[in-house]
């Protein structure tokens, strides 16, 4: 009997321990966000956010005593469904010009961020026509000539 109760408790042990072993799986590991660049332009509001801020002053003269953002943000957002499109033409009109500047200045930040691969490319091709191996190549011959020298 006692023996028996003892198999018990290691069978429980047992369980026990593919449990533990099922826990200890190894967690993915989380990478975190790339640093965003500073020099990078922003992106350009859509033609609701261009419509929003002008409804924020116009509410704000409206409703002084309104501290709360979301009142803000409900109402405009009522207002611009409430908008016929001839309405909203020059707010989407002003969105796209800022769309466009904002594809220039990204077209402009891209070349810039690819020159400099492209002179360290020219460098390394100025520096020598022959390849690495090549290059490596001729240094066993001349320390092999030199051994010989030795001798």
Known sequence: MKGAKADKGKKADAKLS???????????VKRGKAAKDPNKPKRPPSAFFVFMEEFRKTFKEKNPNNKSVSVVGKAGGDKWKTLSEAEKAPYVA????????YNNKMNAYNKKQSEPRKKAADDDEEESDK??????????????EEEEDDD
């Open 94 to 101: 002003k969105a796209n010009k800022l769309k466009s500047e």
């Open 131 to 144: 390849s690495k191996s090549e290059v490596n190549d001729d240094d066993d011959e001349e320390e092999d």
């Open 18 to 28: 593919v449990k533990k072993k099922a826990a200890e799986k190894p967690k993915p």
